[in-house]
């Protein structure tokens, strides 16, 4: 009897260690050993005189002094769990989220017989999760290992655990199958596999867990075959995320029975066929997510019953038809995103009378007649993205007073009439796409956007001058006037625009000289002037900016000497001046490089007989950023 006894307690060293809650106090601060890496701080109140361990920072003790939770988290560590975290035998809750640690994970974990929440989750800990032996983990409820670098076969012991009801081990590196021992773990609530490397099929017998609240088991899993028609029977199943890890097949009628189920996540898929009617069912269902898959067919008429809809994403499929009237009446939808398929009617007239509505997108179809009047009844509607369709008639005034908006983008259509002057005067619009219509009138003389970083308003029939209130867009990086009939000079006043980056204002009929102000927007990368009857001389000041990578002046009037040091500009690639009357262009310069320019311009002419033979000045210089390395190196 004597030498069992020995036995038990020369295997048991860590229980002799501690057998009350002296102990762990000497175990805390071997623990802080470890647990504080190089680089790490904190635990500095761990200290081995201080006599009274309960009061060191994140530890909870019950009456008796012992530790029964430990929580250090987003305590700067970068240090690793030891073995000694098993001398902590009453230990009840572990929790070291976003600690910096990493290392593997201790194989004393699966012994601490009351350990009922493990949070380990946004580390580092690396190498395979520890072998859990038969009778480990007795106690534990929740382990959260999400975003560290665990690698290997997912861990088939946890299996075992007969309290298991929350399991997160998504976000780490597990690779091969998803253990069908995982179908017969009865209690449990919550599965996250996602973000893993995880392949073979979804086990079907995972239907049997009649518990299951949340399951994500998609993204950057790359699974064979398709979902299970056996889901249908997970009648607890309030959360189904299967986005992006690469099933095939149809969308299984069977998930219509989940009617406690509130989202359902399968973008990014290979899913083929129809959407199944049954799913009009799903009277809970809040966000629904089918985008990019190969999905055909028609909007299924049952989603009229669907009420609690807030987000419907159907985006970059092959669906074709109407976009049922009934959508617009959904009382709870507020994002709405079916771009990139064949739709072919008229948008639905009711679309933003729920007062609701913050997003629509449904840009790349072939959705024909005009832009509904009320899409901003709720003053909620921030994007609002129409383009690429057959959208005929005037853009609605009212969208000029939609002080909610962020993004109007409305280019490619067959859009007539004026831009609603409110439209450039939003508190929070920083996209403002109009290109390509048919849109006439002038631009607003008050202009107030001052977060519009992207006003694009190319291919238009727009008039009148560019106003000097332009320079009241503070942020803008991006001006795309061109191919509009705007005349007058180009206004000293854009010189303010210190954030543009890229201006284009060819194809209009713009006099005047070379906006020298622009050499004040030092952010300039590319200036397109081009197309325009712009005259006088090119300015040495625009030779000051650092970062110009494109100037096109080409198919103006400019005449006399082109600034030598336009060529030295350390950022330039491409520069054409073509088509303009410039003579004794850089004539040393181009012998001395061994270039050959071609200028051709009538010999003793006047700039005004420049202008006056506009045809006939030409000038060819495009240089690459071949040619910008063979000047600067």
Not at 130 to 154: C, H, M, R, T, W
Not at 516 to 545: F, K
């Amino acid at each position: 009897m004597m030498r069992c006894l020995s036995l038990v307690l020369v295997l048991s060293p860590l229980f002799l260690a501690v057998s009350d809650g002296d102990g762990d106090h000497g175990a805390l601060v071997k623990l802080k050993a470890a647990l504080v890496g190089p680089g790490g701080s904190g635990l500095g109140d761990w200290a081995a005189a201080s006599p009274d361990h309960c009061s060191f920072s994140g530890v909870t003790c019950d009456e008796d002094s012992h530790v029964v939770a430990l929580n250090v988290s987003f305590v700067r560590l970068n240090g690793s769990l030891p073995p000694e975290i098993g001398l902590l035998r009453h230990l009840v809750n572990l929790t070291v989220s976003g600690a910096g640690l990493g290392g593997a994970l201790p194989v004393e974990l699966a012994a601490l017989p009351s350990l009922r929440f493990l949070n380990i989750s946004n580390n580092n800990f690396s190498g395979e999760f520890p072998k859990v032996e038969p009778g480990g983990f007795p106690a534990l409820e929740v382990i959260d290992a999400y975003n560290n670098n665990v690698s290997g076969q997912l861990p088939l012991g946890l299996a075992a655990a007969p309290l298991l009801r929350y399991l997160h081990l998504g976000g780490n590196f597990f690779s091969g199958v998803i253990p069908v021992a995982y179908s017969d773990i009865p209690n449990l609530e919550y599965l996250g596999l996602n973000g893993n490397s995880l392949t073979g099929h979804v086990p079907p017998s995972l239907g049997r867990l009649s518990k299951l609240k949340e399951m994500y088991i998609g993204h950057f899993n790359v699974y064979e075959g398709g979902i299970p028609w056996e889901f249908g029977r997970l009648s607890s199943l309030v959360r189904l995320d299967m986005a992006g890890c690469g099933l095939s097949g149809t969308i299984p009628a069977s998930l219509g029975q989940l009617n406690r189920l509130d989202t359902l996540f399968l973008h990014q898929n290979r899913l083929t066929g129809s959407i199944p009617p049954e799913l009009g069912g799903l009277s809970q269902l809040e966000f629904l997510d089918f985008s990019i898959n190969e999905l055909t067919g028609e909007i299924p008429e049952s989603f009229a019953e669907l009420k609690e809809l807030k987000f419907l994403s159907l985006f970059q499929n092959h669906l074709r038809g109407i976009i049922p009237t009934f959508i617009g009446e959904l009382p709870s939808l507020v994002t709405l995103k079916l771009w990139g398929n064949n739709f072919s009617s008229e948008l639905p007239e009711s679309l933003g009378m729920n007062g609701r509505l913050v997003t629509l997108d449904v840009a790349s179809n072939r959705i024909t007649g005009t832009i509904p009047p009320d899409l901003c009844a709720s003053g909620r509607l921030e994007l609002l993205v129409l383009m690429d369709n057959g959208l005929v008639g005037p853009i609605p005034e009212m969208l000029g007073g939609c002080k909610s908006l962020t993004r109007v983008r409305l280019g490619k259509n067959a859009l007539n009439g004026s831009i609603p002057a409110g439209l450039f005067d939003l508190p929070f619009i920083n996209m403002l796409e109009l290109n390509d219509n048919n849109l006439s009138g002038e631009l607003p003389t008050v202009i107030a956007g001052d977060k519009l970083r992207l006003l694009t308003l190319s291919n238009n029939s727009i008039t009148g001058s560019i106003p000097p209130a332009i320079s009241k867009l503070s942020a803008l990086e991006r001006l795309e006037l061109n191919m509009n009939r705007m005349f007058g000079e180009i206004p000293p006043e854009i010189g303010r625009l210190k954030a543009l980056s890229m201006i284009n204002l060819s194809g209009n009929e713009l006099t005047g000289g070379f906006p020298i102000d622009l050499a004040h927007c030092a952010s300039l990368v590319s200036v397109d002037l081009s197309r325009n009857r712009l005259t006088g001389e090119i300015p040495v000041q625009i030779t000051a900016l650092p970062n110009l990578n494109t100037l096109n002046l080409s198919s103006n009037r400019f005449w006399g000497d082109v600034p030598p040091e336009i060529l030295k500009m350390p950022s330039l690639a491409t520069l054409d001046l073509s088509n303009n009357c410039l003579p004794n262009l850089l004539s040393s310069e181009a012998s001395l490089m061994k270039l050959d320019f071609s200028v051709s311009c009538t010999a003793g002419a006047t700039p005004g007989r420049a202008q006056r033979t506009g045809g006939r000045c030409r000038l060819a210089l495009l240089t690459s950023l071949f040619l910008l390395l063979l000047f600067t190196r």
